[in-house]
């Protein structure tokens, strides 16, 4: 009999057991990112474009006015969106990092812990896109959809939407007339410059249908009540000053939260709130304590809403070597150029090959046609130190770095930046080999930087030294032949089916190969 009554016991423990295991009602996690894109949504007041489910989403939660990430390129922000951590202080801050090295010792990427707490963790496309390591998908993440976990078990997901990385498809359904946006200040307004604006909207337009599906399969499952929704971008827009640089434009990010029972819809948050802030709310959320304190915060935290500053910092980019440190209150932004001897424009084969507006500009910066607050991004070297009035300036065309009415703000924001370096991010600095002191010709030869390069290709090791800073990049012809290039494509038709344009050595090389076959 006691035998019997034991076994009972011992099933009856089973069966609770069970119970609590498949009965846990933890809130699951869906983390939203698209790529490449500044808060240009109608939520957010951009003129011309057409979001409702972004902006559905932002009735049905809080919408953050002042949220940034901690640098303006993928794989960096991305590293540090992964950990907590700002990139610098994981030594994940290189972009397209050839040498990569593990976290430091007790930094965890966040899809590990929530799967050391019993989540299912999912990456629900390919791009992990991390430089630290492990670095790949299997190694990060459990599965590729929320729905391989157990019954009951809740679940991490994240997924990316990456139409806006200059994929830049016309939307047959509404496009955009170009006299309907509104450019910044420091863009020419071209029938050129206005079309490839309002292109780049008209692919937010579809991917806001893709964001659109994703919470509808969440709600149809059943999982909309009791799952922490977060939309972002990974980092600012693909466009001039934009990312790769820690103006607004590259730094600045659409972010919503969307909780439940937790957050009350249709809130505006003015808090000044960074991309790293959203691991500490969802592990809170989670009840799960980070191994090492993170540098991020929880998002409904007292320290989030007094918060004064956010800090952000720019180092290699693809090929391209250059450093920025910059630190931005609710009304002031400085920019610390840890390489003003280069230009802002030096080569970069991606934004060659992918901006058409590099090439308008380009051109008309050569030809005198640009206004001083235009032709300053061109100029063939950097101030050390750029400081922007925002409350004047939301654009930041006027360095007022060395007007002596905000000496006071100057040293100030200069103090609070050197000891978030110093004692938070624990700052490498620029080292000597970076530089590249010494190692190219002081003057381009001849023709473009990409043709130098590709011709020299096996006398330099351009993984360690970068490409040549050499600006201008392109003589004045080459530039009117990239933005002949680029026009049918800037300009086509709404159902069009053409292909970008290669305008760069590489991609004129792969067309011809292709063309071979």
């Given at each position: 009999m006691k035998f019997v009554l034991s076994l009972l016991l011992v099933f009856a423990i089973g069966v609770v057991d069970a119970a609590s295991a498949f009965a846990d009602d933890r809130p699951n996690v869906l983390w939203i990112t698209i790529e490449d894109w500044s808060p240009d949504l109608s939520c957010y007041g951009t003129k011309g474009i057409h979001t409702p489910n972004v902006d559905k989403l932002a009735s049905e939660g809080i919408r953050y006015e002042r949220a940034f990430t901690t640098s303006p390129v993928?794989?960096?922000?991305?590293?540090?969106?992964?950990?907590?951590?700002?990139?610098?202080?994981?030594?994940?801050?290189?972009?397209?990092?050839?040498?990569?090295?593990p976290l430091p010792h007790g930094i965890r990427p966040i899809p590990h812990l929530f799967a050391d707490a019993g989540y299912f963790t999912a990456l629900m496309t390919y791009k992990t896109d991390c430089n630290f390591l492990p670095d790949q998908k299997g190694e990060l993440f459990d599965g590729t959809d929320w729905k391989q976990r157990a019954d009951g078990q809740p679940f991490f997901a994240r997924i990316t939407f990456g139409g806006t990385h200059r994929q830049w498809k016309r939307d047959p359904q509404r496009p955009i007339a170009i006299?309907?946006?509104?450019?910044?200040?420091?863009?020419?307004?071209?029938?050129?410059?206005?079309?490839?604006?309002?292109?780049?909207?008209?692919?937010?337009?579809?991917?806001?249908?893709?964001?659109?599906?994703?919470?509808?399969?969440?709600?149809?499952?059943?999982?909309?009540?009791?799952?922490?929704?977060?939309?972002?971008?990974?980092?600012?827009?693909?466009?001039?000053?934009?990312?790769?640089?820690?103006?607004?434009?590259?730094?600045?990010?659409?972010?919503?939260?969307?909780?439940?029972?937790?957050?009350?819809?249709?809130?505006?948050?003015?808090?000044?709130?960074?991309?790293?802030?959203?691991?500490?709310?969802?592990?809170?959320?989670?009840?799960?304590?980070?191994?090492?304190?993170?540098?991020?915060?929880?998002?409904?935290?007292?320290?989030?809403?007094?918060?004064?500053?956010?800090?952000?910092?720019?180092?290699?980019m693809d090929e391209t070597h250059d450093a920025m440190r910059a630190i931005r209150s609710s009304d002031f932004k400085l920019i610390h150029n840890l390489m003003p001897d280069r230009a802002y424009c030096?080569?970069?084969?991606?934004?060659?090959?992918?901006?058409?507006?590099?090439?308008?500009?380009?051109?008309?910066?050569?030809?005198?046609?640009?206004?001083?607050?235009?032709?300053?991004?061109?100029?063939?070297?950097?101030?050390?130190?750029?400081?922007?009035?925002?409350?004047?300036?939301?654009?930041?065309?006027?360095?007022?770095?060395?007007?002596?009415?905000?000496?006071?703000?100057?040293?100030?924001?200069?103090?609070?930046?050197?000891?978030?370096?110093?004692?938070?991010?624990?700052?490498?600095?620029?080292?000597?080999?970076?530089?590249?002191?010494?190692?190219?010709?002081?003057?381009?030869?001849?023709?473009?930087?990409?043709?130098?390069?590709?011709?020299?290709?096996?006398?330099?090791?351009?993984?360690?030294?970068?490409?040549?800073?050499?600006?201008?990049?392109?003589?004045?012809?080459?530039?009117e032949s990239a933005r002949k290039a680029w026009e049918p494509w800037v300009f086509r038709d709404v159902d069009s089916k053409m292909q970008r344009p290669g305008v760069t050595i590489r991609s004129q090389q792969r067309n011809l190969k292709k063309k071979k076959k």
């Amino acid at each position: 009999m006691k035998f019997v009554l034991s076994l009972l016991l011992v099933f009856a423990i089973g069966v609770v057991d069970a119970a609590s295991a498949f009965a846990d009602d933890r809130p699951n996690v869906l983390w939203i990112t698209i790529e490449d894109w500044s808060p240009d949504l109608s939520c957010y007041g951009t003129k011309g474009i057409h979001t409702p489910n972004v902006d559905k989403l932002a009735s049905e939660g809080i919408r953050y006015e002042r949220a940034f990430t901690t640098s303006p390129v993928c794989s960096t922000s991305r590293s540090a969106m992964m950990t907590g951590f700002h990139q610098n202080f994981i030594g994940a801050n290189q972009h397209r990092e050839y040498d990569k090295q593990p976290l430091p010792h007790g930094i965890r990427p966040i899809p590990h812990l929530f799967a050391d707490a019993g989540y299912f963790t999912a990456l629900m496309t390919y791009k992990t896109d991390c430089n630290f390591l492990p670095d790949q998908k299997g190694e990060l993440f459990d599965g590729t959809d929320w729905k391989q976990r157990a019954d009951g078990q809740p679940f991490f997901a994240r997924i990316t939407f990456g139409g806006t990385h200059r994929q830049w498809k016309r939307d047959p359904q509404r496009p955009i007339a170009i006299e309907d946006v509104e450019l910044p200040p420091y863009y020419p307004d071209t029938l050129f410059v206005r079309r490839d604006w309002a292109n780049g909207l008209e692919q937010m337009q579809l991917v806001d249908r893709e964001v659109g599906e994703i919470l509808k399969r969440l709600s149809e499952e059943g999982l909309a009540d009791n799952t922490i929704v977060f939309f972002i971008g990974d980092h600012g827009r693909c466009h001039i000053r934009g990312k790769q640089f820690l103006y607004d434009g590259g730094i600045r990010i659409p972010m919503i939260m969307r909780w439940p029972g937790k957050i009350s819809p249709g809130e505006v948050s003015d808090d000044m709130v960074m991309s790293i802030d959203i691991c500490a709310t969802i592990l809170e959320a989670a009840g799960i304590d980070a191994p090492v304190p993170l540098h991020g915060k929880n998002l409904l935290s007292e320290e989030v809403r007094n918060r004064q500053y956010v800090f952000a910092a720019r180092d290699k980019m693809d090929e391209t070597h250059d450093a920025m440190r910059a630190i931005r209150s609710s009304d002031f932004k400085l920019i610390h150029n840890l390489m003003p001897d280069r230009a802002y424009c030096q080569y970069n084969q991606y934004k060659e090959g992918a901006y058409p507006v590099l090439a308008e500009m380009n051109v008309m910066h050569m030809r005198g046609e640009l206004t001083p607050e235009q032709a300053a991004f061109f100029a063939p070297s950097k101030p050390e130190l750029e400081l922007y009035d925002l409350r004047t300036d939301p654009h930041e065309v006027h360095n007022v770095a060395d007007d002596p009415k905000y000496a006071n703000v100057r040293e100030e924001m200069l103090r609070e930046l050197k000891r978030w370096r110093r004692e938070v991010i624990q700052d490498k600095g620029v080292s000597d080999e970076f530089r590249a002191l010494d190692v190219y010709p002081e003057m381009l030869p001849a023709g473009s930087v990409d043709e130098w390069v590709h011709a020299n290709a096996d006398k330099y090791d351009y993984e360690k030294f970068g490409w040549p800073s050499w600006y201008p990049t392109r003589t004045l012809e080459q530039w009117e032949s990239a933005r002949k290039a680029w026009e049918p494509w800037v300009f086509r038709d709404v159902d069009s089916k053409m292909q970008r344009p290669g305008v760069t050595i590489r991609s004129q090389q792969r067309n011809l190969k292709k063309k071979k076959k």
